[in-house]
T-cell receptor, first 114, second 116 residues
Framework: DTEVTQTPKHLVMGMTNKKSLKCEQH?????MYWYKQKAKKPPELMFV???????INESVPSRFSPECPNSSLLNLHLHALQPEDSALYLC?????????????FGPGTRLTVT | GENVEQHPSTLSVQEGDSAVIKCTYS??????FPWYKQELGKGPQLIID?????GEKKDQRIAVTLNKTAKHFSLHITETQPEDSAVYFC???????????????FGQGTILTVHP
């Protein structure tokens, strides 16, 4: 099973709202990732969690706040977003001790900021 | 940092033809090269990958070749079918010593259209 699930599938929010994106995997993977993907572009890495600790923050604005409550769950908290933050937000996971290992992506959350 | 260039940006073939997508990378330390297929409205799906100690890998109708000297790798799809239509991304990664995660650098993507 190589499934990563994400909720919600679609999200529309105003610039003053607070919302959260959720990601879950049950493959025992200990690295989890958040990516942002604009239309017709490749995914851009935002954050990496390794063993529930934040390992990489790719200079993401503070209006995006990641959280890893346990080894299976990854959240992305959103606050005071801008219209240019509208994109597909992808979660991925990979197996521990495989620094060049396979990353498995979820279906994404389509976010629209109005 | 790593830079990955992917060509062509669009590719149109007839059903049954072969399709080839090429990528070049800049960092000679990169040692892992996955290919992802992304269908409309879905997340990227890992379809095949190759590591730097292997020159070629095949899985049914898809194959990947790697030339470490020239720093390029290619995806080959034979006997294409309409369901192969999607955006294909190549990527490169290198082991970050002492870490348990990989940082992928993606190419810009190829829109493959297979006409029935």
């Amino acid at each position: 099973d190589t499934e990563v699930t994400q909720t919600p599938k679609h999200l529309v929010m105003g610039m003053t709202n607070k919302k959260s994106l959720k990601c879950e995997q049950h493959m025992g993977h200990r690295a989890m990732y958040w990516y942002k993907q604009k239309a017709k572009k490749p995914p851009e890495l935002m954050f990496v969690y390794s063993y529930e600790k934040l390992s990489i923050n790719e200079s993401v604005p503070s209006r995006f706040s990641p959280e890893c409550p346990n080894s299976s769950l990854l959240n992305l908290h959103l606050h005071a977003l801008q219209p240019e933050d509208s994109a597909l937000y992808l979660c991925a996971s990979s197996q521990e001790n495989k620094p060049s290992g396979e990353q498995y992506f979820g279906p994404g959350t389509r976010l629209t900021v109005t | 940092g790593e830079n990955v260039e992917q060509h062509p940006s669009t590719l149109s073939v007839q059903e049954g033809d072969s399709a080839v997508i090429k990528c070049t990378y800049s960092d000679s330390a990169s040692n892992y090269f996955p290919w992802y297929k992304q269908e409309l409205g879905k997340g990227p799906q890992l379809i095949i990958d190759i590591r730097s100690n292997v020159g070629e890998k095949k899985d049914q109708r898809i194959a990947v070749t790697l030339n470490k000297t020239a720093k390029h790798f290619s995806l080959h799809i034979t006997e294409t079918q309409p369901e192969d239509s999607a955006v294909y991304f190549c990527a490169a990664s290198k082991g970050a010593g002492g870490t348990s995660y990989g940082k992928l650098t993606f190419g810009q993507g190829t829109i493959l259209t297979v006409h029935p």
